[in-house]
């Protein structure tokens, strides 16, 4: 049976950042998670984990990875943003120093305009009369009117940054405004009038969160390690309590009552129903606190953040309550978003707002339950649920199509960067810069991962790490030039993680080792070097059997074909190389990059060649004519990471620019489409022909026109033109769609250039103008400029035609007396 080549791979699942710090708000309906990213606001459906759109949104052409960072870099960065409590209106503010209102459901700038202020707005508020506070580094707060973008009053008496900005809504519908600044001062001013009512004094370091209970208490944190409890009736301080934390963030928990996992059974969630004004803060060293402000007494006070890791403590930044799903949402200093639920069903959710540097991936599980494992420059690995869905290709066909989701769970064991992943079936191998590698068995049914055994005896950064599909042992290199091979237990205790005990070891390399890998018949092990050195081991006593020499720099990658006995390596000289483990001699030199090859894997069944490198690019290769075959640009710097899956129909990469890629093989689809409309064009054209043979112009040319035959339109336009049915014209262009009046346009402006098609061009032009004025088409500035240049010359030209021409006229009428008197 003949196999064919995968030529085509589309990018149709990009995970890129949503959350990049900063404010976040929940919809008060629970259903989306706004969160602030870069130049956008991202909008996150949290049922199904997925970003749903941004506002401002992307443009919809599909664009390479610098393409889309060169977009972001173009496009005003958002500073803060807030959105009303009717769910109506999104007001940001940019670094430009304009503030802008969106309309939530159309997702489109409705109105812009100066903020006034001398300095960036860090903090806006929002009334539900559409009533626009912002605080800047001025410390001047003013007030807007949202649909007039009218400044209502400028608000003094704050000094130095504002910190904190809310609304309160009395008894009488009358809106207090309250700004926390820089020193360290609470205050208030009437939003009718403007005037400042009050201030309170209490803290000694910045305010940096206010919140309400029934409109008869304050409370205020900041990162003098204390939350105060103030009456608004009296203006006074009831209550200080002292939790020696930085406090950045706090809300307010629901007086009805919430609940909260039992200590016992983790499954299980507790009811607490609060006696006085309970209150969830979170700052500096990541523990979150539930406080009864008014009683001083603690509900829940977390453990450090991640005890088995000082490096993996977070601090929390921000945290926000959404009442409609009984959720708090806990945004940490590397961007991770906690999705604690405060409802009877215990649920506690990851989501990856933006990744760090990408270094390795590896695939989990069975068929029916995969999960992708990700090294992001992190002590932690992160697994996420691998998704397949069914997906409408444009031939009307159902195709699958795999998702990741931003939400994952965290796998905590390493005390440093993890470096390399391998797995197969259900285990998964880890090694870090903490000298140790980790053995983890992964549950099909949760999605998760458990460590079963540590190996610790290198004395460097273990940088590769290899399992046998045998499951017997495992090898490691390290940069401390040596390979160890580990006896993987059959069994492994429940209760603590089974110590690795190291088989054999060798002195390997005299540079430190980049990549290791075994042999399908398990009998063989290789590595590459920093030394240019390529190394076959036995795997029986790790005693060298050959060397490959050849590359002229770094060995970065080695991949055992698994079909034929021959190796595959990247190298920092820019090549892949294929080696004969008969003789140890290169067969073939495959040479396409700008930059160092990264990695690089077989697919296809071993007929053809995955890598990526420094240059941003992932190349599919052709062995058989050592050709590159495609290049793939989805990324904007160097890819680390590349997984092969189901031998080359899915593959997933990662790199430095946070990005997750998972490219499907679309080369049986794209060829079916081709061939269909290739098919369909043939019988179109044959229907064009009769058409014209039959005499029958104007349906000809509406076909003309769909099949992009611009000379056999414009030779039925003159046709129709001489036969006196120009005003037919406006009948067929009225039934073609959009596109096609565009297609159109692009035709008439092309031949509008040569006088010999002027008329024509002319001709379809004022049929076409109308809709350019009722805004239905659009001409760029450049095509207008010409269209209007060479249609001032045509008029001009005709213009001394026809001033000729009855010239002529009138001397042949001068004449004509004379020659009848002849």
Request: charged letters at 20%; one cysteine or more; glycine letters at 6%.
């Amino acid at each position: 049976m003949s196999i064919k080549l995968r030529e085509i791979f589309k990018p149709e699942y990009v995970q890129k950042e949503f959350y990049t710090g900063g404010h976040i708000e929940w919809t008060p309906d629970g259903h989306n998670l706004l969160c602030q990213c870069g130049p956008r606001v991202s909008i996150l459906d949290i049922e199904t984990t997925t970003l749903v759109d941004t506002i401002p949104q992307r443009t919809g052409s599909v664009k390479t990875g610098d393409e889309e960072d060169e977009e972001d870099e173009c496009t005003d960065t958002v500073i803060t943003f807030t959105l009303d409590p009717t769910s109506t209106n999104l007001i940001t503010s940019h670094k430009s120093g304009l503030l802008c209102t969106w309309d939530w459901n159309e997702r489109k700038l409705t109105k812009s305009w100066r903020h006034l202020h001398k300095g960036p707005v860090m903090k806006l508020a929002i009334t539900c009369d559409q009533i626009i506070a912002s605080g800047g580094t001025d410390s001047i707060v003013r007030l807007w009117q949202s649909e007039k973008a009218h400044c209502l009053h400028a608000l003094h008496g704050a000094q130095g940054n504002i910190s904190a900005l809310k609304f309160l809504q009395l008894q009488n519908s009358e809106f207090w405004l309250f700004a926390a600044d820089m020193q360290c001062e609470i205050h208030v001013w009437s939003c009718d009038d403007g005037k400042h009512l009050f201030k309170l004094q209490g803290h000694f370091s910045t305010v940096t969160e206010l919140a309400f209970y029934k409109k008869q208490y304050l409370i205020s944190c900041g990162r003098d390690k204390v939350v105060i409890l103030w009456d608004l009736e009296s203006k006074l301080q009831l209550k200080m309590v002292a939790l020696y934390d930085c406090l950045e963030t706090m809300v307010v928990l629901p007086e009805e009552g919430f609940y909260l996992q039992d200590l016992d059974n983790e499954l299980k969630n507790t009811r607490v129903i609060p006696n006085g004004v309970c209150v969830a803060v979170g700052g500096e060293n990541g523990r979150l606190h539930i406080w009864d402000v008014k009683n001083n007494v603690p509900i829940l006070k977390e453990s450090n953040a991640d005890s088995q890791s000082i490096k993996s403590t977070k601090s929390i930044t921000n945290m926000i309550f959404n009442e409609t799903r009984s959720t708090l949402a806990i945004c940490y200093v590397d961007n991770t978003i906690t999705l604690q639920s405060f409802g009877p069903q215990n649920s506690n959710l990851t989501l990856i707002g933006s990744n760090d540097e990408i270094l390795d991936v590896a695939l989990l599980g069975n068929e029916w339950s995969r999960s992708l494992a990700v090294a992001i420059n992190s002590c932690d690995i992160y697994i996420f649920p691998w998704h397949k869905k069914k997906i409408e290709s444009d031939d009307n066909c159902e195709i699958d199509k795999v998702e990741l989701g931003v939400c994952c769970k965290r796998l905590k064991g390493h005390t440093d960067t993890v470096l390399c992943l391998a797995s197969f079936k259900n285990f998964l191998i880890s090694s870090s810069k903490d000298h140790s590698i980790r053995v983890w068995l992964y549950c099909n049914v949760n999605r998760t991962a458990k460590c079963v055994a540590i190996g610790s005896r290198h004395t460097g950064a273990i940088n590769t790490v290899a399992i046998s599909k045998s499951l017997d042992f495992i090898v490691s290199a390290s940069t401390d030039t040596t390979v160890k091979l580990w006896k993987l237990p059959k069994t492994f205790k429940s209760d603590e993680p089974h110590i690795l005990s190291v088989k054999l070891t060798e002195v390997g390399h005299e540079k430190e080792i980049n990549s290791i890998c075994i042999a399908p018949n398990y009998q063989t092990i290789a590595t590459g070097s920093q030394d240019k050195l390529i190394k076959i081991w036995s795997a029986n006593d790790l005693s060298a059997l050959g060397v490959c020499r050849g590359h002229k720099r770094g060995v970065w990658c080695v991949r055992f074909s698994p079909i034929d006995q021959v190796l595959l390596s990247s190298s920092a000289d820019t090549t892949l190389k294929i080696w004969s483990m008969a003789d140890y001699s290169c067969l073939k030199t495959l040479e396409s990059h700008d930059s160092s090859v990264l990695k690089g894997g077989f697919l296809n069944h071993g007929t053809q060649v995955a890598s990526c490198g420094g240059d941003g690019l992932v190349k599919i290769w052709c062995l058989k004519t050592s050709e590159c075959i495609t290049s793939l640009d989805k990324h904007s710097s160097k890819v680390w990471a590349l997984s092969i899956v189901d031998d080359g129909s899915i593959m997933v990469t990662g790199g430095s620019d946070s990005r997750l890629v998972v490219w499907h093989d679309r080369t049986e689809e794209v060829r079916i489409s081709e061939a269909a409309a290739s098919q369909t064009k043939a019988l179109q054209d044959q229907q064009l022909q009769n058409l014209l043979q039959n005499e029958q112009l104007l349906p000809a040319l509406k076909m003309s026109i769909t099949l992009e035959r611009p000379n056999t339109a414009l030779k039925i336009i003159q046709t129709l033109s001489k036969q006196g049915q120009g005003q037919d014209l406006k009948m067929v262009f009225q039934n073609i769609n959009q596109e096609q009046k565009e297609r159109l346009l692009n035709y008439v402006v092309d031949w509008n250039n040569n006088g010999k098609y002027c008329l024509a061009a002319q001709l379809v032009l004022n049929i076409l103008l109308e809709d350019v004025m009722m805004g239905k088409l659009t001409i760029n500035q450049e095509k207008l400029q010409g269209l209007m240049a060479y249609s001032e010359r045509h008029y001009r030209r005709l213009t001394t035609l026809m001033t000729n021409l009855q010239l002529l006229r009138y001397t042949t009428n001068c004449m004509a007396p004379h020659l009848s008197n002849e």
